[in-house]
């Protein structure tokens, strides 16, 4: 399994940004997709996740009403790739995103509960 995630970069703080994550999964829709990202010095800490059929998502509080996730739907739409954009973003933003995948049906907003983990894109919002 491989997960690319990309999209990173430097932008503006109040600006958006999108990032994408394509995943080299059998079947897409069987895997809950999440976002998570680690600043300097800190943990990694849960962003977001969307459950395989794209009818669930959860946010992080400190970014719900600005970032949302997405996902091709697998079915109609063979790129596996999962989505996040980022709107109003502020400086303590700026970390490593990473993109992670989880077969079955229980959504997890826990790091260790993701077996299978992308190499990581850089994000840096200046003020």
């Known amino acids: 399994v491989q997960l690319q995630a990309c999209g990173g970069g430097l932008v503006q703080a109040g600006g958006p940004l999108g990032l994408s994550c394509t995943a080299s999964?059998?079947?897409?829709?069987?895997?809950?997709m999440a976002w998570f990202r680690q600043a300097p010095g800190k943990e990694r800490e849960f962003v977001a996740v969307?459950?395989?059929?794209?009818?669930?998502?959860?946010?992080?509080?400190s970014v719900k009403g600005r970032f949302t996730i997405s996902r091709d739907d697998a079915k109609n739409d063979a790129k596996n790739t999962v989505y996040l954009q980022m709107n109003s973003l502020k400086p303590e933003d700026t970390a490593v995103y990473y993109c992670?995948?989880?077969?079955?049906?229980?959504?997890?907003?826990?790091?260790?509960?993701?077996?299978?983990w992308g190499q990581g894109t850089q994000v840096t919002v200046s003020s």
């Open positions: 992670a995948a989880r077969g079955g049906s229980i959504i997890y907003s826990t790091a260790q509960n993701y077996p299978y």
């Open positions: 999964l059998h079947t897409f829709d069987y895997y809950n």
């Open positions: 969307i459950s395989g059929s794209g009818r669930r998502r959860n946010y992080a509080d």
